[in-house]
């Protein structure tokens, strides 16, 4: 209930800030997108992780406004990235499922697109394997809305959960995320490498984009490209960035 007041107000104060990790296309190692990630820096400098205070935000609600903020400020980073002309660029958001599930979530979306004048089309919103799973129905019906915006859908933290095959193409996904302990055992034996391979092979016949995170270092980033997944992200490539640092991290890319 303490932190649960802390964020409240640390919210208000302006205590919360995005970082972007750059995302990788593979054949040609340069960034394509970035994936917007929250972060609490509270008023004595302590960082509080994501994974201690979004659970709080989701119980309490607070999730609904921050992530309506946090939504807002990906698609003004995006814009910003435009101006400065990286114009193919993709921004990923995270969206939790006590925000996808509110009933306003679709009037959020648009009124966001609409006073930011973000485009649609570079904006993709994740969600978890597991909330793919929940409420089938509903979900089918609200991603379609999301989808007629222009917005694309990639699924978090892929193969930790138990999608239906079907269920996937009726969500109209765009893209599967290999989650990161799958790119971690990827160097150890086939065995270890069997998922990754297999996500890569669904997205293939599925005809969906695949990205593979938390990738640390040149040889998982080697087996991922002969398995032939096309997009990488992870600490390999770039940490978690400012808007500044990420803007400076691009230009030396060129
Ligand atoms: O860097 P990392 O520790 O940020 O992220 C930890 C977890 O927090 C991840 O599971 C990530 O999906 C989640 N996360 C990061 N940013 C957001 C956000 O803006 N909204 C939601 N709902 N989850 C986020
Ligand atoms: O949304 P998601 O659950 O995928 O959150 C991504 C999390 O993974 C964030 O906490 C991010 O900081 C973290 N992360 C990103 N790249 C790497 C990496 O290469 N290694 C590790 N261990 N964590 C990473
Ligand atoms: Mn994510
Ligand atoms: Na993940």
Same mark, same amino acid.
């Given at each position: 209930?303490r932190m /649960? *007041?802390?964020l409240?107000? +640390?919210?208000?104060?302006?205590?919360l800030?995005?970082?972007y990790?750059p995302?990788?296309? #593979?054949a040609t190692?340069?960034?394509? %997108?970035?994936e917007?990630?929250?972060?609490?820096?509270?008023q004595? @400098?302590k960082?509080?992780?994501?994974?201690?205070?979004?659970?709080?935000a989701e119980?309490?609600g607070?999730?609904?406004?921050?992530?309506?903020?946090v939504?807002?400020?990906?698609c003004?980073?995006l814009? $910003?990235?435009?101006a400065?002309? *990286?114009?193919?660029?993709? /921004?990923?958001?995270?969206?939790?499922?006590?925000?996808?599930?509110?009933? *306003?979530f679709l009037?959020?979306l648009?009124?966001a697109?609409?006073d930011? @004048?973000?485009p649609?089309?570079f904006?993709?919103? &994740?969600?978890t394997?597991? /909330?793919?799973?929940e409420?089938p129905?509903a979900l089918v019906?609200k #991603?379609a809305?999301v989808k007629?915006t %222009?917005v694309?859908?990639?699924?978090?933290?892929?193969?930790t959960g138990?999608?239906s095959?079907s269920h996937?193409?009726?969500?109209?996904?765009?893209?599967?995320?290999i989650?990161?302990?799958?790119v971690?055992e990827?160097?150890g034996?086939? $065995? @270890?490498?069997?998922?990754?391979q297999m996500?890569?092979? #669904? @997205?293939?016949?599925? %005809?969906l984009s695949v990205?593979a995170? %938390?990738v640390?270092?040149?040889?998982?980033?080697?087996?991922?490209?002969?398995?032939g997944?096309?997009?990488?992200q992870g600490y390999?490539?770039s940490?978690? #960035?400012s808007p500044e640092?990420?803007?400076a991290w691009?230009a +030396? &890319?060129?």
């Amino acid at each position: 209930v303490r932190m /649960m *007041h802390a964020l409240r107000s +640390g919210f208000q104060r302006g205590e919360l800030f995005l970082d972007y990790q750059p995302q990788i296309d #593979l054949a040609t190692n340069r960034a394509i %997108g970035a994936e917007a990630l929250l972060r609490w820096r509270q008023q004595d @400098g302590k960082l509080v992780p994501p994974d201690r205070f979004i659970p709080i935000a989701e119980y309490s609600g607070l999730i609904v406004e921050i992530g309506e903020w946090v939504l807002r400020e990906a698609c003004t980073e995006l814009l $910003r990235l435009r101006a400065a002309g *990286h114009t193919a660029f993709t /921004m990923s958001v995270n969206v939790s499922q006590v925000q996808l599930r509110h009933p *306003h979530f679709l009037d959020m979306l648009r009124r966001a697109l609409d006073d930011t @004048g973000a485009p649609p089309d570079f904006i993709e919103l &994740e969600i978890t394997e597991s /909330m793919a799973m929940e409420e089938p129905a509903a979900l089918v019906e609200k #991603l379609a809305h999301v989808k007629r915006t %222009g917005v694309s859908i990639a699924i978090d933290d892929f193969g930790t959960g138990f999608s239906s095959l079907s269920h996937l193409q009726r969500l109209q996904v765009d893209r599967l995320k290999i989650d990161r302990t799958f790119v971690t055992e990827i160097t150890g034996s086939a $065995r @270890g490498s069997s998922i990754a391979q297999m996500v890569v092979q #669904l @997205g293939r016949n599925l %005809g969906l984009s695949v990205i593979a995170e %938390g990738v640390e270092d040149e040889r998982q980033a080697q087996i991922l490209r002969e398995l032939g997944c096309p997009l990488a992200q992870g600490y390999l490539y770039s940490r978690p #960035l400012s808007p500044e640092n990420l803007l400076a991290w691009l230009a +030396g &890319e060129s």
